[in-house]
Nanobody, 115 residues
Framework: QVQFAESGGGLVQPGGSLRLSCAASGFSISMHHMSWYRQAPGKEREWVGTINKSGGITNFSGNFQGRFNISRDNAENMVYLHLNSLKPEDTAVYYC????????WGKGTLVTVSS
């Protein structure tokens, strides 16, 4: 059974950083591009970025380019989202996903950016 378990969220001040983790199970992430999404309060879920199978290429929505980064550890079946220069509008629940596997989501991890 494919599952995602996101963690690492919390309260952070504007300008701060966090590293979110995604533990995937039920499949090997080494065969998949992996993506991060987020859903802010009252808004639809939006795509944040994607990392290719080997981890050598990442793509981000324009809103996050230069501030966020994605890395992966295929041996550990883990994907990471590195959040930098956080703004209050980055407050959201963050999710990871393997797009080719369809509409399967974990519970997400809440990031709150506030002073």
């Amino acid at each position: 059974q494919v599952q995602f378990a996101e963690s690492g969220g919390g309260l952070v001040q504007p300008g701060g950083s966090l590293r979110l983790s995604c533990a995937a199970s039920g499949f090997s992430i080494s065969m998949h591009h992996m993506s991060w999404y987020r859903q802010a309060p009252g808004k639809e879920r939006e795509w944040v970025g994607t990392i290719n199978k080997s981890g050598g290429i990442t793509n981000f929505s324009g809103n996050f380019q230069g501030r966020f980064n994605i890395s992966r550890d295929n041996a550990e079946n883990m994907v990471y989202l590195h959040l930098n220069s956080l703004k209050p509008e980055d407050t959201a629940v963050y999710y990871c996903n393997a797009p080719r596997l369809g509409n399967i989501w974990g519970k997400g991890t809440l990031v709150t950016v506030s002073s």
